[in-house]
């Protein structure tokens, strides 16, 4: 079976059905569902949320004006609580409908290392991936603004873990069962070492990151990192070739 995209609340409930709310559907975590714009007032909505995006993560959710938010959008402000009716939920819908991108460019090198046979260099490939992943500036801005937020509203939390780090976890431990059944892996417990993987690979990376972005991190420092951590992996869990 083929890796399954990350999905959140762009068009869909995710694992969850919709409720109703005064402003239309909402997700198990109480996120407002963003309808996919067929029309002229859905294409507002989706320019409303460009815009936000924009407006909070240069501003943070305290500092970020609806005045200001409407200003980039080229609506009223009127409009704006017309479609989410107030700003924690505009907050939320936009930042929940953006996640779901953050993590889609693992898909493909999760697939070509299921079905490669050069084993160890699909390893590196999936690693050199998640670097570009969770160091790409727009999901590092992405990742701070839910961090800073996450007390306020808990739920940011939760989708950002279902849709991110859990959501890595199962497919990679799906594929490590693959790669058991193929003879080239051997492990106990496919989701310890899925968490490990990562680890190994791009924690570090990440954390210097996300928390000294003005600290340059050489790519190829990254690399030596990746690589590294992927030769501890399959030290550890290898079939030695016979």
Do not use: C
Not at 57 to 78: C, F, M, N, Q, R
Not at 137 to 144: C, K, M, S
Not at 166 to 193: C, H, K, Q
């Amino acid at each position: 079976m083929a890796p399954t995209p990350p999905s959140g609340t762009s068009g869909s409930t995710g694992s969850g059905s919709a409720e109703r709310s005064p402003h239309g559907a909402v997700d198990e975590f109480g996120i407002p569902v963003l309808a996919e714009p067929v029309n002229a007032s859905q294409r507002k909505r989706a320019a409303i949320i460009a815009a936000a995006l924009a407006v909070f993560l240069d501003e943070g959710y305290t500092a970020a004006s609806v005045d200001a938010i409407a200003a980039k959008a080229g609506v009223s402000k009127p409009t704006i609580y017309n479609h989410f009716g107030n700003k924690e939920r505009l907050f939320l819908a936009v930042i929940a409908g953006t996640l779901p991108t953050s993590f889609a460019p693992l898909v493909e090198p999760l697939a070509e290392l299921r079905a490669t046979d050069d084993v160890a260099g699909g390893f590196h490939r999936l690693g050199l991936a998640m670097a570009v992943t969770v160091t790409d500036d727009a999901v590092l801005r992405l990742r701070r603004l839910v961090i800073g937020e996450v007390d306020r509203f808990p739920q940011l939390g939760h989708l950002w873990h279902r849709l991110g780090p859990s959501w890595f976890n199962t497919e990679m431990a799906a594929t490590f069962e693959y790669l058991i059944e193929r003879g080239v892996l051997r492990m106990d417990d496919p989701d310890l070492a899925s968490q490990q993987l990562t680890a190994l690979t791009v924690g570090v990376p990440q954390l210097i990151r996300t928390f000294q972005p003005d600290v340059p991190l050489p790519e190829e420092t990254v690399r030596r990192m990746v690589e590294s951590g992927i030769e501890v992996f399959l030290a550890a869990y290898a079939v030695p070739a016979s």
